[in-house]
C-alpha cells in the first residue's frame, strides 16, 4: 500500500440543533470575544439567531461580519481581517455556505499572523497558528467545513486557492435544521457539487488512498439517494440530514485526495462570468468525464453502483458511458442548465476560459489523464 496522510478537523457534531454546542466548545476555550463570518442571506433569513442566542446566554460577546459574497475577492477577505483586530476577537466562526467558511479560516490565520495574504497563495505557504475556528456549513455541497483550503477571486478575476492545514477547523457543527430553507435550485448546485468532490476524490491521480476512497464512496451513497427528495421536498429532515453528512464526507475525501480538471475548468466560469461554483462544475462534470473515461473506466464503474444502484455488468467502458448518461439526467432532472450557453456563455470566449484554466496546474496535476490547451478548449466545447 502507498504511503498517505490523511488531515482532518479536531472534533465533529452531527444532528438538529448541533448549532448550540459551538458556545459550549468557546467557553471551553475561555473565548470571550468571537467573531462571525456569514453573508447578507443568512442574515435576511434570520438562520443566525440560534447562534446568537446561545452565544448571549454564554455571555460570549459576538461581531458579525456578513459582507461576504459568492466568490469573495481579496477585499472581502482583508475587511473581515480588519474587524476581526479591531474588535480583538479571540476566535471565529464560518456560518453559511463555502465562501463565508472560506474567508472564515483566512480571517482566523491572518489575524493571528504576520503574512500577507499574497504571501499564502498556493500549497502550504501558510506558516503559524491562526485563531480558534468553529465551521457551521448552511448547505450541503461544498464540504468546506472540512478542507484545509480557502478560495479567493483576485483582482484579476483568476481563482487562487490558499492550501494549508492549518485551516482546517477546531470543530464542525452539521445541524441540517439549517439547510430546511434553501431554495431547490441552490439545493441542486450544490448537492451536485458535494458528487464531484467524492467523484474527483476517488480518482485524483496523486494522493487517492483507502479513507478517501471510503469516504467518497459512502458520500455518493448518501447524496445520490437523497438529492432527489432534498430538492423536490425542502422540509425533509432525513433528506437533509443525509446530504449534510453526505458533503461533509465528499469534503473529508477531496481534503486528502484532491481534485483536479472538473473544478480547474470550473473556475473561469465563477471567476469571470460569476457562475455559482456548483453549478460551474455540474455544467463541467460529464464532459471531463467522457474525456477521463480512457484511463479512469475502472473507477468510474466502481462508483457507479453507489451513483445508480441499477448499474452493473463487467464492460468497464460501458458502465463509465451509461454511469456519465445517467448523471446527465440527473441533472437534467433537478433543472439545472445544462450548457454553457445556456448561461450566457458566447461560443467566442471558449477560448479564453480555456486560456485561464490552464493557469490552474494546482488542480490539473492531480486529474488522472494529463490534460493540454487543446484538450481543454475540447471540453468547453463538447459543455457548450
Known amino acids: 500500500m502507498t504511503k498517505f496522510v490523511f488531515h482532518t478537523c479536531k472534533s465533529l457534531i452531527h444532528g438538529a440543533g448541533s448549532i448550540r454546542q459551538a458556545a459550549d466548545y468557546l467557553l471551553e476555550q475561555n473565548v470571550t470575544r468571537v467573531l462571525i463570518v456569514t453573508d447578507p442571506g443568512i442574515i435576511r433569513l434570520n438562520l443566525i439567531a440560534p447562534l446568537l442566542e446561545s452565544l448571549k446566554t454564554a455571555d ?15 477585499s472581502i477577505v482583508m475587511s473581515a481581517v480588519m474587524l476581526a483586530k479591531t474588535q480583538s476577537v479571540e476566535a471565529v466562526i464560518g456560518f453559511g455556505g463555502g465562501s463565508s467558511m472560506d474567508v472564515a ?125 432534498a430538492v423536490q421536498h425542502g422540509n425533509d429532515v432525513e433528506a437533509r440530514e443525509k446530504m449534510l453528512l453526505g458533503s461533509m464526507l465528499a469534503g473529508q475525501a477531496f481534503a486528502n485526495a484532491p481534485v ?65 448518461d445517467s448523471l446527465q439526467a440527473l441533472i437534467r432532472d433537478l433543472g439545472l442548465p445544462t450548457r454553457l450557453r445556456d448561461v450566457g456563455i458566447a461560443g467566442d470566449q471558449l477560448q479564453f476560459l480555456a486560456q485561464d484554466a490552464m493557469k490552474q496546474q494546482r488542480l490539473l496535476m492531480n486529474n488522472p489523464r494529463e490534460i493540454a490547451f487543446e484538450d481543454a478548449l475540447t471540453i468547453y466545447q463538447a459543455a457548450y
Open 60 to 74: 460570549i460577546t459576538y461581531s458579525v461580519f456578513n459582507d461576504v459574497q459568492a466568490d469573495p475577492n481579496e
Open 105 to 229: 479560516k483566512l480571517a482566523a490565520l491572518l489575524t493571528h499572523s504576520d503574512q500577507s495574504l499574497q504571501q499564502i497563495y498556493g500549497v502550504d505557504n501558510a506558516q503559524g497558528q491562526r485563531l480558534p475556528l468553529i465551521q457551521i456549513p448552511t448547505t450541503a455541497g461544498t464540504g468546506s467545513e472540512v478542507t484545509p483550503i480557502a478560495i479567493v477571486t483576485t483582482i484579476n478575476n483568476e481563482k487562487k486557492g490558499v492550501v494549508s492545514p492549518i485551516l482546517i477547523a477546531d470543530q464542525v457543527l452539521l445541524d441540517p435544521e439549517l439547510t430546511l430553507g434553501l431554495p431547490p435550485e441552490i439545493t441542486a448546485a450544490t448537492g451536485i457539487d458535494a458528487m464531484v468532490h467524492a467523484i474527483e476524490a476517488f480518482t485524483s491521480k496523486l494522493k487517492k488512498n483507502p479513507i478517501s476512497d471510503f469516504m467518497a464512496r459512502e458520500a455518493l451513497r448518501l447524496l445520490a439517494a437523497n438529492i432527489r427528495t
Open 260 to 324: 483536479a480538471a472538473v473544478h480547474a475548468l470550473a473556475y473561469p466560469l465563477g471567476g469571470h462570468f460569476h457562475i455559482p461554483h456548483g453549478l460551474s462544475n455540474s455544467l463541467i462534470l460529464p464532459h471531463v468525464m467522457r474525456f477521463n473515461a480512457a484511463v479512469s473506466s475502472s473507477e468510474y464503474a466502481e462508483l457507479a453502483p453507489f451513483i445508480t444502484p441499477s448499474l452493473a455488468g463487467d464492460n468497464e467502458r460501458v458502465i463509465t458511458s451509461q454511469l456519465i
